[in-house]
């Protein structure tokens, strides 16, 4: 079966631009959550969506912000873009709380 | 975010030998997750062990759990040069929402 679907892979925007990224989970899959690496940070949870709802919220700005539609793929969104912004962006989805799928990720670079 | 740590941060072994990667978190979890990462693309789930469970086997692979220390090992035998990767430790933790805590990785070098 096919597996996550991260588009687009790599991205450059520029401070202060807005951005969207995509992530279409393993079919029947309904949880979609989203994290942030970098090298400094590391890998950190940005939310998670279930049946078109966020359960769940990391620690970060309002400037993040996401969406599930009804087939499950889901979006993320980033506005008023920063330096500090540049990072891989995973997506993950799940049947479970007992494995998670990852996609390739999205390189996103801020200039 | 609360995040483990791993150690070494590094390591670097021949082809063949084994390689053992340390990974120790902070709260109490359902599960403790590792995952293989190949030059900053995706995860790639490797192994999950359950907190009641404290060794598991999965081809080259064993991990160990000790909930009493908070920590977990992963060992990679007769490493082979794929296994060239950054390898990371990902716990669910009980109480939590549903989602991974991870620590900051172990990059490990295969040399042939």
């Known amino acids: 079966k096919a597996g996550v679907t991260q588009t687009p892979r790599y991205l450059i925007k520029t401070r202060g631009q807005q951005v969207t990224l995509s992530c279409s989970p393993i079919?029947?899959?309904?949880?979609v959550s989203w994290y942030q690496q970098t090298p400094g940070q590391g890998l950190q949870f940005l939310f998670e969506?279930?049946?078109?709802?966020?359960?769940n919220k990391g620690n970060f700005p309002g400037r993040f912000s996401g969406r599930q539609f009804s087939n499950s793929r889901s979006e993320m969104n980033v506005s008023t873009l920063e330096l500090g912004d540049s990072a891989l962006y995973l997506c993950?989805?799940?049947?479970?709380?007992?494995?998670?799928?990852f996609g390739s990720g999205t390189r996103l670079t801020v200039v | 975010s609360q995040q483990g740590e791993e150690d070494p941060q590094a390591l670097s072994i021949q082809e063949g030998e084994n390689a053992t990667m340390n990974c120790s978190y902070k709260?109490?979890?359902?599960?403790l997750q590792w995952y293989r990462q190949n030059s900053g693309r995706g995860l790639v789930h490797l192994i999950l062990?359950?907190?009641?469970?404290r060794e598991k086997h999965s081809g080259r692979l064993r991990v160990t759990l000790d909930t009493s220390k908070k920590s977990s090992s992963l060992l990679i035998t007769a490493s082979r040069a794929a296994d060239t990767a950054s390898y990371f430790c990902?716990?669910?933790?009980?109480?939590?929402?549903?989602?991974?805590?991870f620590g900051q990785g172990t990059r490990l070098t295969i040399n042939p």
């Open positions: 079919s029947g899959h309904r949880s």
């Open positions: 990902a716990t669910d933790e009980i109480q939590g929402a549903q989602k991974l805590v």
């Open positions: 062990i359950r907190s009641n469970e």
């Open positions: 993950a989805s799940s049947l479970s709380r007992n494995g998670y799928t």
């Open positions: 969506y279930f049946s078109e709802t966020q359960r």
């Open positions: 709260t109490s979890i359902n599960n």
